[in-house]
């Protein structure tokens, strides 16, 4: 896609533009998401654990790169996909996922970091996150194989030996680290 120099988009243009998945928006402009093929199939297993986990508990809903949240309090324009995101059941309007973009904050973003990404944009969208209300964010990295579980300003690294859990957010969740990186 062409982006238009100087022209400034709305959170209602990225819905309708033809590869909207590729982008985020961020003070009206598009801000194109790097994801690679093993930080995508990594984030397909993720949601294909926690999809397998929640399944037939009515816990909420797990989506994938595609799904948007526009609930940022200092920047309403402001929208986000998260590699995998969860929102419990109960919190979104007749417990059904939005046609447009999610007004709420999930209770866990998940972002699996890809070759291009930046530092200081994952460490961003973390705290972007932590102060929109999202209760818990892995950030996933391959090269390391180790996933840093940030709640509030404290944070811990785990490794492909250790065991991830959903604590308050995913009750009785958990699996090795390792299983994510299974490819």
Not at 149 to 159: E, F, K, M
């Amino acid at each position: 896609m062409t982006i238009a120099p100087g022209k400034t988009y709305t959170p209602e243009d990225l819905l309708s533009l033809p590869d909207a998945v590729n982008y985020e928006l961020v003070d009206g402009n598009l801000v194109e998401r790097k994801m690679g093929s093993e930080s995508s199939v990594i984030a397909g297993i993720i949601v294909t654990i926690l999809s397998n986990f929640i399944r037939g508990k009515r816990m909420g809903y797990v989506a994938g790169a595609d799904c948007s949240y526009q609930c940022f309090a200092d920047a309403p324009d402001k929208v986000r996909k998260p590699d995998v995101s969860f929102v419990a059941s109960g919190r979104l309007p007749g417990d059904r996922p939005p046609k447009g973009h999610t007004k709420i904050p999930p209770d866990l973003a998940v972002e699996v970091i890809s070759p291009n990404d930046l530092a200081y944009e994952i460490e961003d969208k973390v705290a972007e996150y932590l102060a929109a209300g999202v209760k818990l964010v892995w950030v996933v990295n391959p090269a390391s194989r180790t996933v840093r579980v940030q709640s509030g300003p404290n944070g811990a690294i785990l490794r492909s030996d250790d065991t991830i859990t959903g604590a308050d957010v995913l009750p009785g969740f958990e699996c090795r680290v390792a299983e994510f990186f299974e490819i």
